[in-house]
């Protein structure tokens, strides 16, 4: 009973903020669309590019997308072999879901610890945009940082999944 408390406890922690993280990505998208938009008008009509538009534009992707996917787990927007997994018995398809949720946990732990690596390289050896200037090892941090609510939302998975398998038995 104990334990069933601290992952509803997790999950409704996860969710939270999943959608305070979603916000950032959000602010991506609005940045993104804002800086192709002076892009054009300024090249058309002034003929006057953003110089880096299409790095800031680059890096402004990071920002739009890292921070969702957390949020598209959570909600099942990610693809799913639904037609197929539903022919299954309820156990092998909690067995299945528990596996697959281990795999992407792996997964993301690896994604999460390899930007944080990459990032502290990238802020020693001082690496910047060529026209843009800016620096680009926040943009691997903020990959690590949005990777742990995915590894929790895989966590919070698996432990289910497994509920699941030991609940129904052998049925």
């Known amino acids: 009973m104990g334990a069933r408390k601290g992952l ?11 959608g305070w993280i979603e916000w950032l990505g959000m602010g991506g998208i609005i940045f993104m669309f804002l800086v192709n938009f002076v892009d054009v008008v300024g090249a058309k009509l ?7 538009a299409t790095e800031v534009i ?23 072999v ?18 697959s949720s281990f795999f992407g946990l792996t997964i993301f732990v690896l994604i999460a610890w390899q930007s944080y690596l990459y990032g502290h390289s990238l ?13 680009f090892f926040p943009f691997a941090y ?9 590894c929790l939302v895989f966590l919070i998975e698996i432990f289910k999944s497994f509920a699941e398998v030991l609940e129904n038995g052998s049925g």
């Open 8 to 18: 509803d406890r997790l999950e409704k922690i996860t969710t939270s903020s999943s």
């Open 46 to 52: 002034f003929l006057w590019p953003v110089p880096g």
């Open 58 to 80: 680059g890096l402004a992707q990071i920002v739009a997308i890292s921070p969702a996917i957390a949020m598209t787990l959570l909600l099942n927007r990610h693809i799913r």
């Open 82 to 99: 639904e037609f197929i997994m539903m022919r299954f018995p309820k156990r092998l398809r909690a067995t299945i879901g528990c596996i």
């Open 123 to 135: 802020r020693k050896a001082g690496e910047i945009g060529s026209t843009s200037h800016i620096p």
């Open 142 to 150: 903020l990959i690590a940082f949005c990777s742990i609510p995915v």
